[in-house]
């Protein structure tokens, strides 16, 4: 099944200081998988909403504090139950149909804030779990 954020990326890499191990210049450190966290007071509730948000159940629940859904090849976002830091995040998520994804929302009872323009082309609507973390859905003009 197609994920509302599917999309092709390639492996990115990054300069980092060398370790007291390695002495020299920068080193180019690959990173492979990004697992972005979103604390939330109670997952399962937070669970129910987020099913509905990505239209389906998460690909990973690997403990009683989390569930995960992976969006990309090496992309994931992560709910913790983090009761403290609820209401904190904020990501934004690139798509290459934000009118269609706002569509599926409306239909699974997922309220969306207006789409904005924010620069050339680059439309946005932010959306905000029952927490309050906050997520930008975005579409560039080259999507």
Same mark, same amino acid.
């Given at each position: 099944?197609? +994920?509302?954020?599917? %999309?092709?990326?390639?492996?990115?890499?990054?300069?980092? %200081?060398?370790?007291?191990?390695?002495?020299?210049?920068? %080193?180019?450190? =690959?990173?492979?998988?990004?697992? !972005?966290?979103?604390?939330?007071?109670?997952?399962?509730? !937070? %669970? !129910?909403?987020? @099913?509905?948000?990505?239209?389906?159940?998460?690909?990973?629940?690997?403990?009683?504090?989390?569930? =995960?859904?992976?969006?990309?090849?090496?992309?994931?976002?992560?709910? @913790? =139950?983090?009761?403290?830091?609820?209401?904190?995040?904020?990501?934004?998520?690139?798509?290459?149909?934000?009118?269609?994804?706002? =569509? #599926?929302?409306?239909? +699974? #009872?997922?309220?969306? #804030?207006?789409? @904005?323009?924010?620069?050339?082309?680059?439309?946005?609507?932010?959306?905000?779990?029952?927490?309050?973390?906050?997520?930008?859905?975005?579409?560039?003009? !080259?999507?």
């Amino acid at each position: 099944m197609r +994920r509302p954020f599917d %999309r092709q990326r390639s492996r990115s890499a990054c300069w980092s %200081r060398p370790s007291s191990a390695t002495a020299g210049a920068l %080193r180019k450190t =690959a990173f492979d998988h990004l697992f !972005a966290n979103i604390p939330v007071r109670d997952r399962e509730l !937070a %669970r !129910a909403w987020y @099913e509905r948000l990505l239209g389906c159940p998460p690909d990973l629940v690997p403990n009683v504090r989390e569930a =995960a859904w992976r969006l990309t090849d090496t992309g994931w976002i992560v709910i @913790e =139950a983090d009761p403290p830091r609820a209401g904190t995040a904020l990501h934004t998520l690139l798509v290459d149909d934000l009118g269609g994804l706002l =569509a #599926g929302l409306t239909e +699974r #009872g997922v309220q969306a #804030g207006p789409v @904005e323009v924010i620069g050339p082309g680059v439309r946005q609507s932010i959306v905000a779990d029952p927490d309050g973390n906050r997520l930008k859905l975005g579409q560039s003009p !080259a999507s």
